[in-house]
């Protein structure tokens, strides 16, 4: 599985973004996607979530009400709407997508990209 993210950029506050992050390979085996972001000096940290089951989604606290996440399965495509942003959510945002191939589950890592919101 390869994961591939686009869209981030830089913004001002209370501004919108939205990133894409297009799966390849054995994506069958892609039980769930999702984002996490990492500020400079922290830990990286979970903002969202989505099955591609039934479609349920989890979201950090911090991002609820402003952040959709959203999937397209027939384009193996999964989204991140960024809306009312903030100067702390700074960070390299890293789309990952968690498989299963039994008896073993794989974690897939894009390589990240830069979402800057200038106060």
């Known amino acids: 599985v390869r994961v591939v993210e686009s869209g981030g950029g830089l913004v001002q506050a209370g501004g919108s973004l939205r990133l894409s992050c297009a799966a390849s390979?054995?994506?069958?085996?892609?039980?769930?996607m999702g984002w996490y972001r990492q500020a400079p000096g922290k830990q990286r940290e979970l903002v969202a979530q989505?099955?591609?089951?039934?479609?349920?989604?989890t979201y950090a606290d911090s991002v609820k009400g402003r952040f959709t996440i959203s999937r397209d399965n027939a384009k193996n495509t999964m989204y991140l709407q960024m809306n009312s942003l903030k100067p702390e959510d700074t960070a390299v945002y890293y789309c990952?997508?968690?498989?299963?191939?039994?008896?073993?589950?794989?974690?897939?890592w894009g390589q990240g990209t830069q979402v800057t919101v200038s106060s």
């Open positions: 990952n997508a968690k498989a299963s191939n039994w008896p073993y589950k794989v974690d897939y």
């Open positions: 390979g054995s994506t069958f085996s892609i039980n769930a």
């Open positions: 989505i099955t591609t089951g039934g479609g349920s989604t």
